[in-house]
């Protein structure tokens, strides 16, 4: 089967600009989560879908993040406006359900300048 | 509440010696445990599970886990390390349904 898939895979942008974060799950996965890695520190919880309905969003930052899936397929994650302790590498996981261990894609090395 | 605590940030050891990456747990739940590593510039991809069955869980690529209850740990081991093995490697604990990350720790792998 198809792993879970993020792109891009890198994105350089400018604070102030806007990015979207793109993920697909493995299909029929109904559980999306997304991470967060800021450099040098752990990585961190920012929400959980099931279908296309948002389980749990407590670890997103603030209210320049937004999180979509759409369908209850693939997910977004948009930035805007980007700032620079954004940086980081924002990685995608997805489930079958409780029990089973948890798909991660590559993730997205987003750089801020 | 859970929390996962990897005592090691780093870890060096000799090719063809073992190797122990230490990981302690706390859950109000019955957890569901887990090891990743993360080659350099690559995703995380599982290395084993722990879901309440046995408590000697075996992975992939030679490695096993140990779940101990009285403990409240879920350390890592190998008998022999290569040096493909050199990688950061993260324990994570589910004990409601959002799984939570360690630190990680960095295995080093001297030839």
Redesign the interface.
Known sequence: EAG?TQFPSHSVIEKGQTVTLRCDPISGHDNL?W?RRVMG?????LL?FVKESK??ESGMPNNRFLAERTGGTYSTLKVQPAELEDSGVY?C?SSQD??Y???????TRLTVV | AQSVTQLDSHVSVSEGTPVLLRCNYSSSYSP?L?W?VQHPN?????LL?Y?SAATLVKGINGFEAEFKKSETSFHLTKPSAHMSDAAEY?C?V?GS????????TSLIVHP
């Open positions: 879970v989560y991470y520190k752990e990585i961190k919880f959980h389980q749990d990685f996981a409780l029990y261990g948890y798909t991660f894609g590559s993730g | 569901s887990f990743y690559k995703g995380l991809q599982l599970k879901t993260f994570v589910r349904y959002i799984p939570t990350f360690g630190r990680g």
